[in-house]
């Protein structure tokens, strides 16, 4: 299954996180969401998640899954699906994260920004949240670094 994320951790690697909007750049610059490739991307990613291969654990507003451990294989990523329509936990960053967003109902945002790559900085923490709709978020986080607070 991890093929399916190829494109996504291709597009990451060696993406520096330290400037959100330049990385964001970059990444959209590797793998355009309004491109044929990411088309087919979330087509893929979709199916998995129908098939309940993926986010098949947890209730709403938070279905989830770790799709891998942060490997080789996985370019030093781990990968988590999630599938959201409202707050999650709170958690910090060590080593920022990417993230994948598919709209799957209404007019989503994640964090207030719409489908497509989502970056945050080393260091950075939050309450991650959709509104408006219905996500799938795939998360790379960077040697599968994640701290869950209670703030």
Same mark, same amino acid.
């Given at each position: 299954?991890?093929d399916?994320?190829?494109?996504?951790?291709?597009?990451? %690697?060696?993406v520096?996180?330290?400037?959100?909007?330049?990385? #964001?750049?970059?990444?959209? #610059? %590797?793998?355009?969401?309004?491109?044929?490739a990411?088309?087919?991307?979330?087509?893929?990613?979709?199916?998995?998640?129908?098939?309940?291969?993926?986010?098949?654990?947890g209730?709403?507003?938070?279905?989830?899954?770790?799709?891998?451990?942060?490997?080789?294989?996985?370019?030093?990523?781990?990968?988590?699906?999630?599938?959201?329509?409202?707050?999650?936990?709170?958690?910090?960053?060590?080593?920022?994260?990417?993230?994948?967003?598919?709209?799957?109902?209404?007019?989503?945002?994640?964090?207030?920004?719409?489908?497509?790559?989502?970056?945050?900085?080393?260091?950075?923490?939050h309450?991650?949240?959709?509104?408006?709709?219905?996500?799938?978020?795939?998360?790379?986080?960077?040697?599968g670094?994640?701290?869950?607070?209670?703030?």
């Amino acid at each position: 299954m991890i093929d399916t994320f190829r494109p996504l951790l291709d597009a990451a %690697r060696g993406v520096d996180l330290a400037d959100p909007q330049a990385a #964001r750049a970059e990444l959209v #610059r %590797r793998l355009d969401p309004r491109g044929p490739a990411a088309v087919a991307l979330n087509r893929a990613l979709t199916d998995l998640l129908d098939a309940r291969r993926i986010a098949d654990r947890g209730d709403p507003p938070v279905r989830w899954s770790r799709v891998a451990k942060a490997t080789p294989e996985s370019l030093g990523f781990s990968i988590d699906a999630v599938d959201m329509h409202g707050p999650g936990p709170h958690h910090v960053h060590p080593d920022g994260e990417v993230n994948w967003c598919v709209a799957l109902e209404g007019d989503p945002r994640f964090d207030g920004q719409p489908a497509g790559w989502v970056v945050m900085p080393p260091g950075s923490g939050h309450v991650p949240t959709v509104s408006g709709g219905r996500m799938l978020i795939v998360y790379l986080l960077p040697g599968g670094k994640i701290e869950f607070t209670k703030a």
